[in-house]
C-alpha cells in the first residue's frame, strides 16, 4: 500500500474488489438505512411545484440556495443555545464537506504555511494540506481532545524561532472525531480558542470546526460548537456535512466563515464550479423544513449504537483480558480506536494488515492518521469502522483481527 495513490482510496478500492472482506476501514454508511423513501416523497413536493421545480433544475448561485444557507445557520444556533444570527453573506453550501476544507486551504494557505491538527486526525485531511504545499503538525490528544498543553508548546516553538505567522489554523473535529471517537470538551474548545486568539500576533490564526459527525450521538448531552465561542464570526471556521447524518450520495455540505475568507473562498469556487448541485441543496431544504432529516438521523443514531455496542462487546471478549491492548469508547459517529501493543506494526510496512486481510478482514492502518510533523507516528494503533457491517459481521471482523494480532505478536 504504497505509492502516490491516497491511502483511504486503496483501502476502499480493497473493500471493493473484495466484497468477502469484512471491512472495519472506510467510513462508509449503512446501506440499509438510505432514505430512498423520504428522498422519493421530497422529490415529489419539490417537482410538483412548477416554479419550485424549474428553481431547482436552474444553475443555482455560487454560495448556495440562500433558504439551505438559512436553515443551516438557524440549525447551528439552535443547536448551540445561542441566538440565530445575520450571516447569510458568510455561509456557503458545497459539494460535500471535503470541498469546503479544500477551498479553506485554498484560500489559507501558502507553501510551506502550517494547520496544526490532533494526532491523529482525519487523513484525508491531512492530504488535503498537502495538495496545496501546506504542512500538517500534530499534536497530543487524549480522550477530551487536543491537549491544550501541548498545543501552547507548538505556538510557543513557532513563536520563540520567529515563524508564528505560519501558523494558519488549528483543525478540530470536535464530536466523535475520525478516526478517535473522542469529543473536544467544552473546556478544551475555551482554552484551545483563547491560545488562538493569544498567539495571533501575525496574522489571526483560524480554528477549524468539523462538524461531520455531530448529529450522530448516541449517549450524553450535547455542547455548544467552537462558533458559540466566537461572536464576532471572525476566527471560526464551521465545516458542516450532511453525508452522514442523512445520505452521502445528496453530496451537500456547508460552511459558516470569517466575512473576508468568505468572500475569497466564493471567488475561489464560481471558477471551479459555478455552484454546488442545486436540485441537490434545494432537495436538502425541503428535507430539513420537512422534519424528514431528523427522522432519519433518529434511525441512523438508532442503527449505528446497536453497532458500536456490537465492537465493543466484541473488542472486550476477544481484547479485554489483554493489559497491552486498550480502545476509546465513542459517544457517537462511526469509529472506534484501537492501540495495540507498542511492538505491533499495523501499518502496511508490518505483518498485521496482511495477516488480517488473508483471515478475512481489513482495517485502516493508525499510521495514516498522523500528521508527518509534531507529535510521533504511532504505528500499533487502527481505526476500526462500525457503519458498514452487521452486528453480526462485526463480532465475527473482530475475532479474526484478534486471531491475526495473536499470529503476529
Not at 471491512?23 to 440499509?32: E, K, Q
Not at 485554498?106 to 492530504?127: H, K, Q, W
Not at 488549528?170 to 491560545?195: A, K, W
Not at 465475527?396 to 486471531?403: E, M, S, Y
Amino acid at each position: 500500500m504504497t505509492g502516490g495513490d491516497p491511502p483511504i482510496s486503496v483501502l476502499m478500492a480493497q473493500a471493493f474488489a473484495r466484497p468477502e472482506l469484512i471491512s472495519l476501514a472506510a467510513g462508509f454508511v449503512d446501506a440499509t438505512s438510505l432514505p430512498a423513501d423520504l428522498v422519493r416523497t421530497a422529490c415529489q413536493r419539490v417537482m410538483s411545484d412548477p416554479r419550485l421545480a424549474k428553481t431547482a433544475l436552474q444553475y443555482g448561485h455560487t454560495a448556495g440556495y440562500a433558504p439551505l444557507r438559512e436553515a443551516v445557520i438557524a440549525r447551528l444556533a439552535e443547536a448551540d443555545g445561542s441566538t440565530p444570527i445575520d450571516a447569510l453573506g458568510r455561509c456557503l453550501c458545497t459539494a460535500g464537506s471535503n470541498q469546503l476544507l479544500q477551498l479553506v486551504v485554498e484560500a489559507l494557505l501558502d507553501e510551506g504555511d502550517v494547520v496544526i491538527c490532533a494526532a491523529p486526525t482525519y487523513l484525508v485531511f491531512l492530504g488535503t494540506i498537502a495538495s496545496v504545499g501546506g504542512v500538517s503538525w500534530s499534536v497530543a490528544t487524549d480522550e477530551q481532545g487536543i491537549v491544550p498543553e501541548a498545543l501552547e508548546e507548538v505556538l510557543e516553538e513557532f513563536r520563540v524561532r520567529g515563524e508564528l505567522e505560519r501558523v494558519k489554523a488549528i483543525y478540530c473535529v470536535s464530536y466523535f472525531d475520525n478516526p478517535q471517537g473522542t469529543s473536544t470538551s467544552p473546556d478544551r474548545r475555551h482554552r484551545i480558542m483563547e491560545l488562538a486568539s493569544r498567539y495571533s500576533t501575525s496574522g489571526t490564526i483560524h480554528v477549524i470546526d468539523d462538524l461531520a459527525y455531530r448529529d450522530l450521538r448516541y449517549d450524553g448531552p450535547d455542547s455548544p460548537s467552537f462558533a458559540a465561542l466566537d461572536p464576532s464570526g471572525e476566527r471560526v471556521i464551521v465545516a458542516g456535512t450532511f453525508s452522514k447524518s442523512f445520505a452521502p450520495g445528496v453530496r451537500v455540505g456547508w460552511g459558516l466563515l470569517p466575512r473576508e475568507l468568505a468572500v475569497r473562498i466564493e471567488r475561489i469556487k464560481g471558477n471551479v464550479d459555478f455552484g454546488s448541485p442545486h436540485l441537490n441543496q434545494v432537495l436538502m431544504h425541503d428535507l430539513l423544513t420537512s422534519g424528514a432529516h431528523q427522522v432519519q438521523v433518529a434511525t441512523l443514531r438508532d442503527v449505528y449504537r446497536s453497532k458500536r455496542d456490537a465492537m465493543l462487546a466484541a473488542l472486550q471478549t476477544s481484547f479485554g483480558g489483554d493489559p497491552e491492548v486498550s480502545w476509546v469508547r465513542p459517544d457517537g459517529g462511526l469509529y472506534v480506536w484501537l492501540t495495540l501493543p507498542a511492538d505491533v506494526d499495523a501499518g502496511p510496512a508490518g505483518r498485521l494488515l496482511d495477516e488480517a486481510i488473508a483471515r478475512g478482514v481489513l482495517y485502516v492502518p493508525g499510521q495514516y492518521a498522523f500528521a508527518a510533523s509534531g507529535s510521533p507516528i504511532r504505528n500499533h494503533t487502527i481505526r476500526l469502522s462500525f457503519g458498514v457491517q452487521t452486528p453480526d459481521r462485526i463480532t465475527a471482523g473482530i475475532a479474526a483481527l484478534a486471531t491475526a494480532v495473536a499470529r503476529v505478536r
